[in-house]
């Protein structure tokens, strides 16, 4: 496994970056055992850095694969929260460390920055990462984003260490511009000193069946830093760890993770409220007598269902 030191930071991080909102309520649901001994898999193959959010409702999952793992201090956590007040990313953090039963977080981001005018929004959020940070409760300040704009705006932020953007072959989920633009972004960052952890290489699930085609882009693109990847199977940990080494893909994994097939379900109790369609990052949801999907869209996030008080949505 390859590890680079990430932007101007102190950590040091794989390659390959654990997803983990896959394995959660939000997506399979596993069992905390299942889901943990996952993690953990990927922990014993060289993984040393898995991505998390508030959102995700994952600290379990990685708490007990950390419990299983054995070395805490190995595992970079990276978390991130939507909050935009001081004491709400105070809460979140405090909930992070609490939840995980660790004493110091590797990075926590503003979850999902659309503008320049959502940074601005989430000044007094930002400012309490940096306090974190000046305390050691976290190493490092992060942005997630689907921004051209936000990867750009960020560049020139001395406060925040690092980038979490999207970036796929096809440019799936970018909501301002070309995947020509996002490599542009990406690259000033990374020459500027920050850390880049890219997301979802393969589209949400749209790219899973060019899935070769998808890593060898993300691989071969030499900005990145780590690139976090949803797993949800010892299958598709076996298959991405090889890939990032540059091995051999067992051809009948391969073939099984290629073939796999998934939608986002929509339950038949669904009242129409509309609050999944107000968070839906791709606006993929729409109503036409009742709740529907567009595929075309949809990046398979499950960010959808976290607003669904009657959880009608699931990725199966």
Known sequence: MEYKRLGNTDLFVSKLCFGSLTIGPLQANLSIEEGAKIILKAFELGVNIVDTAKL???????????????????????SKSYDYTYDGMKESIKEALEELNVESLGIFMLH??????????????????????????????????????????VCDME???????????????????????MKAAIKKAYESGKGIIAMKPLGGGNLIKYADEAFDFVLGFPYLHSIAVGMQSFDEVYANVFRFEGREIDKNIKEKLKNRKRR???????????????????DALYIDDKLKVNEDKCLLCGYCSAYCKNFCLKII
């Open 264 to 282: 986002l379900h929509i339950e038949s109790w669904c009242e129409i409220c509309g609050e999944c369609i107000s968070h839906c990052p791709n």
């Open 159 to 181: 406060e925040v260490d690092v980038i979490h953007p999207i970036f796929n072959k096809k440019g799936i989920g970018i909501i301002d511009g070309s995947i020509e633009d």
């Open 56 to 78: 995700y409702k994952t600290y379990p999952y990685i708490k007990r694969a950390l419990e299983l793992f054995g070395d805490k201090e190995k595992i970079i956590i990276s």
């Open 112 to 153: 999902e920055q659309e503008s320049r005018l959502t940074l601005k929004g989430h000044k007094d959020a930002l400012k309490c990462l940096i306090d974190a940070k000046k305390a050691g409760i976290i190493k490092a300040v992060g942005i997630s984003t689907h921004a051209v704009e936000v990867v750009d705006a």
